[in-house]
């Protein structure tokens, strides 16, 4: 599997360091608003509608105060990840039953839901499977410091 689909996907333009979101539906809102401000939907209600609807078909909350929502929309226009770290720790559906401190939030297009999809959500649950890259994540303070961080996995 090659390591280049992730550094494709990673912009400091979509990253929210110190979010103040006080809940699961306000970052939602939030990167979902951020993908189509910077112009990666075309719809920033179409999209936040659909990853709802991936958000009924079961928990996105991975544990370890991570949580990766996904929607795969015809409102995107460009696979791509949106990350928010929060000032606070929020109430999600999680598989540990933890608060989340960190949403990375994928956007796919429809066209790419089968293939590029499997292969960003592998290359993040291989790097969230490093206790020491999870703890990095939940301590950064900045933009830069996010982007280094996902920037020097690669």
Same mark, same amino acid.
């Given at each position: 599997? #090659?390591?280049?689909?992730? *550094?494709?996907?990673? &912009?400091?333009?979509?990253?929210?360091?110190? #979010?103040? #979101?006080?809940?699961? %539906?306000?970052?939602?809102?939030?990167?979902?608003?951020?993908?189509?401000?910077?112009?990666?939907? %075309?719809?920033?209600? =179409?999209?936040?509608? %659909?990853?709802?609807?991936?958000?009924?078909?079961?928990?996105?909350?991975?544990?370890?105060?991570? =949580?990766? $929502? &996904?929607?795969?929309?015809?409102?995107?226009?460009?696979?791509?990840?949106?990350?928010? /770290?929060?000032?606070? $720790?929020?109430?999600?559906?999680?598989?540990?039953?933890? $608060? /989340?401190?960190?949403?990375?939030?994928?956007?796919?297009?429809?066209?790419?839901?089968?293939?590029?999809?499997?292969?960003?959500?592998?290359?993040? =649950?291989?790097?969230?499977?490093? *206790? *020491?890259? /999870?703890?990095?994540?939940?301590?950064?303070? #900045? /933009?830069?410091?996010?982007?280094?961080?996902?920037?020097?996995?690669?």
């Amino acid at each position: 599997m #090659s390591d280049i689909l992730l *550094d494709k996907v990673i &912009h400091k333009e979509l990253m929210v360091v110190m #979010s103040s #979101s006080k809940d699961k %539906d306000e970052v939602i809102h939030e990167l979902g608003n951020l993908l189509y401000q910077e112009g990666y939907t %075309d719809d920033a209600q =179409a999209f936040i509608d %659909d990853v709802y609807l991936r958000e009924k078909e079961g928990v996105t909350g991975i544990g370890q105060g991570i =949580a990766i $929502p &996904h929607g795969k929309s015809e409102a995107v226009r460009t696979t791509t990840v949106a990350i928010a /770290v929060l000032d606070n $720790p929020i109430k999600w559906e999680t598989l540990d039953g933890e $608060p /989340v401190k960190v949403v990375i939030m994928f956007a796919v297009r429809d066209s790419d839901s089968n293939t590029t999809h499997i292969l960003l959500l592998q290359q993040v =649950a291989t790097l969230l499977a490093h *206790d *020491d890259f /999870v703890k990095d994540l939940k301590k950064v303070k #900045s /933009v830069d410091a996010l982007y280094e961080l996902l920037a020097q996995v690669n």
